[in-house]
């Protein structure tokens, strides 16, 4: 059974001494295991220097267990790890699902398709908890490693424009080029990744990841996901709702952080439908950035180089 201990002291090694803090928000740093990493997440120290590397006082550190064949063979390793301190509880996704989706406003027909690209997502965000949830895969490393997080909550307070935040990639598009201007240590745009992000469940554990109208037509740009071809994701759904409200986000400019599947390589396109689907979104997408349309909903890329 998963261990909680729900109003426990954080785990050592958490950066501080949690909410308590001086002039620290309270964040609840949430990590999400697969039948893929849960050798990797139970057999290194992996949780522990991730938690050293956000060099943060989280008020509480989470491992949810996703999507594993045998959950009972891996309970002891589990429990083991909030022993030993690497974490402070660890919770099954598939217990607190049926609570997220009634709180997020989705029904399990909505995240049928690919559902383990989702379901970790909307948990992490409706769990009860600190305000500010920083939600990290267990297949990040920290090539330039630090506090992004205490900077970053400072500019949500400031800018309410900015609604999430992550550290700078390693691999792909420079960040610049989704950016559209210069905050101080940050860069300002939009989009958003599920590899790491910050955001405030007050906005996020609510009823705004579905529409009458879908997120294809809603917000074209947010094609460019992996596994939009079949599938309305939670990082497609959560794009498309910044997108349409005019929410941005922060990219700070010198932590930074590489992942072991930095180009989606884990989708693959299952059926004729899917790959026609995967098809239709190239189109689309090769369309936008020909037309450079300024609107959210309808553009790739940032402002920044236009204004530079």
């Known amino acids: 059974m998963p261990v909680s201990t729900n109003g426990a002291s954080p785990a050592p090694g958490a950066g501080g001494s949690g909410a308590n803090a001086p002039g620290a928000a309270g964040v609840e740093l949430v990590f999400n295991c697969f039948e893929r990493t849960i050798g990797l997440v139970t057999s ?19 491992l949810l267990v996703n999507n594993v064949a045998d959950p009972g063979r891996w309970s002891a390793d589990l429990d083991r790890l909030v022993a030993e ?11 607190e699902l ?20 989702t379901d970790f997502g909307l948990v992490t965000v ?13 297949e990040i490393e920290f090539t330039v490693p630090g506090d992004w ?3 970053a909550i400072e500019l949500m307070q400031r800018d309410r424009s900015v609604a999430v935040a992550n550290p700078r990639w390693a691999h792909g598009p420079p960040p610049e080029e989704r950016a559209d201007e210069r905050v101080g240590e940050f860069l300002v745009g939009y ?20 529409s009458r109208v879908p997120v294809s037509l809603r917000s ?41 599947r930095p180009d989606g390589s884990s989708y693959r396109p299952a ?9 239709r979104n190239l189109v689309v997408l090769k369309l936008l950035v020909e037309l450079h349309r300024r609107s959210p909903r309808l553009r790739l890329h940032g402002l920044l180089g236009e204004r530079s």
């Open 191 to 210: 989009g958003f990744t599920d590899q790491i992000f910050l955001l405030d469940r007050r906005e996020f554990a609510a009823p705004i990841y579905r």
């Open 271 to 279: 059926g004729l439908g899917a790959g026609l689907g995967r098809l």
């Open 149 to 151: 997080i205490g900077p």
């Open 126 to 138: 409706a769990l009860p908890g600190p305000p500010y949830v920083c939600y990290c895969d267990p």
């Open 98 to 117: 049926p609570a997220a989706l009634a709180t997020t406003g989705l029904r399990p027909r909505d995240i049928r398709h690919r559902r383990h690209w």
């Open 44 to 62: 290194t120290p992996v949780l522990t220097d991730l938690a050293k590397a956000l060099a943060y006082p989280f008020a509480r550190r989470t």
């Open 85 to 95: 301190g690497a974490v402070d509880r660890w919770l099954s996704v598939a217990d």
């Open 220 to 260: 074209p740009a947010s094609l460019r996901y992996p596994g939009a071809a079949d599938s309305f994701v939670f990082e497609m759904r959560v794009d498309a709702y910044m997108r349409t409200r005019r929410r941005r986000r922060a990219t700070h400019t010198t932590v930074t952080y590489a992942h072991a």
